[in-house]
């Protein structure tokens, strides 16, 4: 069972970090988001860009659209489709949750040596 087994629960986090902010945020990803979303960039007084979102359509679209603006809402479904995927096809997750999993801790080693350097 997926509490008794600690490393698999760590490496199903990173994997589901790592899956949401691809889907949520990855410039790879926004022909995902396109139809529902529109990304506006936006110049700040200091020259740097901010980028909003204006979540497009109605019903089904515009929920679509809510629910990839949330990374916390993306996170859950992302979550719920690795432990699917886990439990159903192993053969076929296990590769996919390495990947997410190691892709995940790098990208938060990353975040941790770039801070470190900024100081």
């Known amino acids: 069972m997926l509490l008794n087994n600690w490393f698999l629960l ?4 990173f994997a589901s ?9 990855d410039k790879i990803t926004k022909f995902l988001r396109a139809p529902f979303i529109e990304e506006l960039e936006v110049p ?5 860009l901010v980028t909003y979102t204006k ?7 515009k929920w679509i659209g809510e629910l990839l603006s949330c990374y916390w809402c993306t996170g859950v479904w992302m979550t719920a489709f690795l432990l699917l995927l886990y439990y159903w096809a192993p053969k076929l997750a296990e590769p996919l949750v390495f990947l997410l999993a190691i892709a995940g801790i790098a990208a938060v080693i990353e975040t941790v040596v770039s801070k470190l ?3």
């Not at 970090?17 to 945020?25: A, D, P």
């Open 55 to 61: 979540i497009k359509g109605s019903g089904l679209q």
């Open 10 to 13: 760590v490496l199903l986090s």
């Open 117 to 119: 350097l900024d100081e």
């Open 44 to 48: 700040e007084e200091d020259g740097s």
């Open 17 to 25: 970090f790592r899956l949401t902010r691809l889907i949520v945020y």
